[in-house]
């Protein structure tokens, strides 16, 4: 429904703005009663308005979205200046070519008509500034629900995927044939095992955690998926720069490395799955990479997660503007690599 209703609005905003710009033309000429004034206003005051226009449009799609929002704003305060100098010129100049040509009380007087371009100018920044932040806040506000939709609905998508019986049969019945073998590693695993548990149900509740413990995650998650599978899969995970530093939403790398496991492992093929975390100056690149197994083994199977498209959503909700997911598929090897400006 919401989604028609984007659709229908889409449909009829340029005819809004075309109706309100024909008001904006025609409306004046029924305020002035002498029609000396009004072949005045239509001969001059034309091109002035056409400049209104543009620069109306000039200051909603490109300083306010480039500039104000972006909190630069001795640039946009610059830029929005420099633009109402040059209409206020380009109009004074327009009066004088065309002053003679229709009949007028007062000489030519460059500043007058300088000085009588300023006031429209302003109302005009103020106007589509007012718009354009308003519809921002709207954005915004939309997004945050959908957010918390989405967030919902995640959630229950990764418990599903992450404690599933099977995924957690596999992990126990390893740790019982330690224990039977009383090996050193029983414990280790119990503790990766009340990691994950704990991340997932109390820690991941929290609308951002810390990256290094998104990382410990991983870590804990890798390995307890490699008690469960041969030697032969080779599993490498290489951390570069300092996660401590900064924070991010949890469970949002998961699903990489969950896919890379169900459908990059087999017991019959080499196997090797290649996952690497970079952050340098403020940007995080998350690849893995991993073979593509064309005889899956049905018992290492345990789930795809949220999956890619419902990732891809999350990031464009929580990061707009500010990630790239690229995926390369050479149908040998399938490598995800996700690049995020903090």
Known sequence: MSQQTGLINRRFTPWIHLLLWL???????????????????????????????????????????????????????????????????????????????????????????????????????????????????????????????????????????????????????????????KSDDTEPAIIKLSQIMRYMLQDSKDEKVSLEKEVEYLQSYIELQQLRISKEVKVRFTIEGQPERYVIEPLLLIPFVENAFKHGVSYYENSNIEITLVIRESVLTFTVKNNIIKHQDATLESGSGIGLKNVTRRLELLYPDRHVLSITDNGCSYQVELTIQF
Request: hydrophobic share 50%; with cysteine; proline share 4%.
């Open 23 to 181: 008001a904006f033309f025609l409306v004046p000429l029924f305020f002035i009663d002498n029609e000396s004034n009004r072949t005045r206003f239509i001969y001059l005051g034309w091109f002035l308005q056409l400049l209104m226009v543009c620069y109306f449009y000039i200051n909603f799609f490109f300083l306010i979205p480039h500039f104000l929002l972006r909190k630069r704003f001795l640039s946009y305060l610059v830029l929005m200046l420099s633009g109402m100098f040059v209409i206020c010129v380009l109009n004074a100049l327009f009066i004088y070519v065309t002053f003679d040509i229709i009949p007028h009380r007062h000489p030519f007087d460059f500043w007058r008509s300088f000085n009588g371009t300023i006031s429209p100018s302003f109302f005009i920044v103020a106007l589509s500034s007012a718009i354009r932040i308003t519809n921002e806040w709207f954005k915004n506000e939309r997004q945050k629900k959908e957010m918390e939709a989405e967030k919902l609905s995640s959630d229950l998508a990764f418990l599903k995927s992450q404690i599933n019986p099977h995924f957690l049969f596999n992990i126990l019945n390893n740790i019982c044939a330690l224990a039977r073998k």
